[in-house]
């Protein structure tokens, strides 16, 4: 049988840590690319390498940054006595442009899933306790996902944070059940943040 050549194979191979791309659409990836966009595969390549080179977690929420601490943590014109801890950046992102929220953020990069073997140590709730006892966050909104690990996530934290005196809450129901933030429109996300209720 006729083999690709080795850098090939690596490609394919390569690709296919993408969710959702299986042996066949590796296959087709690397052909695309190879053949007909080599100018989109070195933008690819370039993006990648740097990405991996400068992108890092801020120290403070833990997002995505090329600082050590992001610019949202840093503002002068945020309110530092609450925080928000949301599942990933692109929820922060949300929050943002529902512009109802002006205190600080965590972000967890992940929900509680032990099923898949995602427990308090993967998504580093120690980092996120320490964060929320600096003597200054005074609440914390949980804007975890209404899914089942959402949920699961937001009960574990409330408890966590409780034991350390830090008031929780969790935001309103007015999204769906089953709703990620992510999809939800800024108006019922800010209806949602308004209407939160104490944990
Ligand atoms: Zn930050």
Redesign the pocket.
């Known amino acids: 049988m006729m083999k690709a050549p080795a850098a090939l194979e690596e490609l394919i191979t390569a690709l296919r840590c993408l969710p959702g791309v299986g042996p066949k659409s590796a296959q087709r990836m690397a052909y695309h690319l190879l053949q007909r966009d080599t100018p989109g595969a070195q933008r690819l390549a370039q993006a990648l390498g740097l990405a991996l080179e400068r992108i890092r977690h ?6 995505y ?1 090329e600082e050590p ?6 503002s002068p014109r945020r309110d530092a006595t609450i925080l928000c801890v949301v599942e990933t950046p692109a929820d922060l992102l949300m929050m943002e442009q529902a512009q109802c929220y002006q205190g ?2 965590f972000v967890l990069m992940g929900a509680l899933s032990p099923l898949d073997g995602v427990g308090p140590r993967e998504i580093h709730l120690d980092r996120l306790v320490k964060r929320a006892a600096d003597g200054i966050v005074g609440e914390a909104i949980l804007a975890t996902n209404f899914t089942v690990e959402g949920e699961a996530t937001a009960h574990y934290i409330g408890e966590l944070l409780r034991a350390k005196g830090i008031k929780t809450s969790r935001i309103a129901r007015g999204l769906p059940v089953g709703g990620e933030l992510e999809h939800v429109d800024s108006g019922t996300l800010a209806q949602a943040v308004l209407e939160r209720r104490d944990l």
């Open positions: 801020c120290e403070m929420c833990n997002s940054t601490v992001c610019a949202l943590c840093r600080l953020y």
